[in-house]
């Protein structure tokens, strides 16, 4: 069973739209603040250097099914689930859950990469990361 990464966020009423609902654009704001948490609950950054250059974890593909409205004020609970560690990127998953319900789900998948001089070119997950993220995995 993997682990699971978890923290508590109040709906900010910039956050909502019109109609009074957390707008869509800021579950990804949430996923990638939940990413950063995560991150820094290992010891680590989403950006860091590393010898020739500075590693960083671009999203390549990212997904949110929704399953019932959020208002202002409402406190969730984001959950994150580390679902796959690939030679080169790490897929996510998050539950977005206000008391029992879970609200929404997300997926995420952010690939290691090297930028230098302005360009990224993707790269092995450095082997102290790997045992980070399979430490946490085996959870």
Known sequence: MPGEFTM??????AE????GVLHFSNYYRYMEELEHAFWRSLGESVVFGDGDGTVSW???????????PVHF??????SLVL?????KSVTYEIAFRRGSDRIAVGEMTAVC??????????SAIPDGIRAKLEGFAAG
């Open 8 to 13: 508590t966020r109040r709906v900010q009423f």
């Open 16 to 19: 909502t739209d019109l109609a």
């Open 58 to 68: 671009p999203r390549v593909a990212t997904s949110c099914e929704y399953a019932a």
């Open 73 to 78: 004020e409402d406190e969730l609970e984001l």
């Open 83 to 87: 679902t796959k560690i690939g030679s």
């Open 113 to 122: 990469c090297m930028m230098s001089g302005g360009r990224f070119a993707s």
